[in-house]
């Protein structure tokens, strides 16, 4: 078992940045990649970013690349968000989740998740 418990979240108005944080904790040696997910109310959970464990490898969704960076500390066993330059539309509970598998965008794939934390923008 994984867990993982992520912070950081808050309000913050238009153009403003937050940094959120994912400890993880547990039989974590077998995860080959952690990413980001939110869930704006009434929409499905959606990718935000993932980073290769090991390899240090990232991608993001179209919506926030140039504006969040995701990275990691392994000693720490930690993966940071920092979202930059926030819009409204950001709004959302973020999840933080790890996987075995590979570095994917699609929710199904992930073994473990976070309870999530709230990011409000206002406008």
């Known amino acids: 078992q994984v867990q993982l418990v992520e912070s950081g979240g808050g309000l913050v108005q238009a153009g403003g940045s937050l940094r959120l944080s994912c400890a993880a904790s547990?039989?974590?040696?077998?995860?080959?990649?952690m990413g980001w997910f939110r869930q704006a109310p009434g929409k499905e959970r959606e990718f935000v970013a993932v980073?290769?464990?090991?390899?240090?490898?990232?991608s993001y969704a179209s919506a926030v690349k140039g504006r969040f960076t995701i990275s990691r500390d392994i000693a720490e066993k930690t993966m940071y968000l920092q979202m930059n330059s926030l819009k409204p539309e950001d709004s959302a509970v973020y999840y933080c989740?790890?996987?075995?598998?590979?570095?994917?965008?699609?929710?199904?794939?992930?073994?473990?998740w976070g309870q999530g934390t709230q990011v409000t923008v206002s406008s």
């Open positions: 547990g039989r974590t040696f077998s995860t080959y990649a």
């Open positions: 980073i290769g464990w090991t390899g240090g490898a990232t």
């Open positions: 989740a790890s996987t075995v598998r590979s570095l994917s965008r699609e929710p199904r794939h992930y073994d473990y």
